[in-house]
């Protein structure tokens, strides 16, 4: 079935580092791609999305590219703030579906 | 402000106790959707609405009940809450059915069953 998968663990990195967040798909066809954001206490929030192949979708400085060939949408920041900690959730829906996949999710915890 | 709105933020209820939770959109969204969220599993669906009157199972839906009779509102109903549904619930919202669209969610609701 459709899925995703995102790396096992948190991740923690110092103000202004570089930020990747590795999320793999499984589904047929071309599903749409999210990234979601988590803050501590509060709802999702979506950060970004792409519906097609090779579209970039950003937001606040995240970036994220639809690779079709490696069924990949990683999520990327030059220069993490401490506002940036909160958990990061890839999701998709399948092509002609209108469910959400969502991956388990990382949290991201960024030191001053 | 755009918004999703659930009821209550947080609630404590005995085993048994019918409980309902409430979600409401200002949106004018088709599409709406009830999500819980547990450490390891993720956020799960539980029920969705295509549109009034339009409900249909997710992956978790045992122990739930949904109801869309206004396009604003989508309660959850727990009839008989078991321990094993304290959890995180989510609402969520979307224009229409199309993958394209991306969610707006409630804050959420955290329930304790004991």
């Known amino acids: 079935g459709d899925s995703v998968t995102q790396m096992e663990g948190p991740v923690t990195l110092s103000e202004e580092a570089f930020l990747t967040i590795n999320c793999t798909y499984t589904a047929t066809g071309y599903p749409s791609l999210f990234w979601y954001v988590q803050y501590p206490g509060e709802g999702l929030q979506l950060l970004l999305k792409a519906t097609k192949a090779d579209d970039k979708g950003s937001n606040k400085g995240f970036e994220a590219t639809y690779r079709k060939e490696t069924t990949s949408f990683h999520l990327e920041k030059g220069s993490v703030q401490v506002s940036d900690s909160a958990v990061y959730f890839c999701a998709l829906t399948p092509y002609g579906n209108n469910r959400l996949a969502f991956g388990k999710g990382n949290q991201v915890v960024v030191i001053p | 402000e755009a918004q999703v709105t659930q009821n209550p933020r947080y609630l404590i209820t005995v085993t048994g106790k019918k409980l309902t939770v409430t979600c409401s959109q200002n949106m004018n969204h088709e599409y709406m959707s009830w999500y819980r969220q547990d450490p390891g599993l993720g956020l799960r669906q539980i029920y969705y609405s295509m549109n009034v009157e339009a409900t249909d199972k997710g992956d978790v839906p045992e122990g739930y009940k949904v109801s869309r009779k206004e396009k604003r509102n989508f309660p959850l109903i727990l009839e008989s809450p078991s321990p094993n549904q304290t959890s995180l619930y989510f609402c969520?919202?979307?224009?229409?059915?199309?993958?394209?669209?991306?969610?707006?969610f409630g804050s959420g609701t955290r329930l304790t069953v004991v």
């Open positions: 969520a919202s979307k224009p229409g059915r199309a993958g394209i669209y991306g969610y707006t």
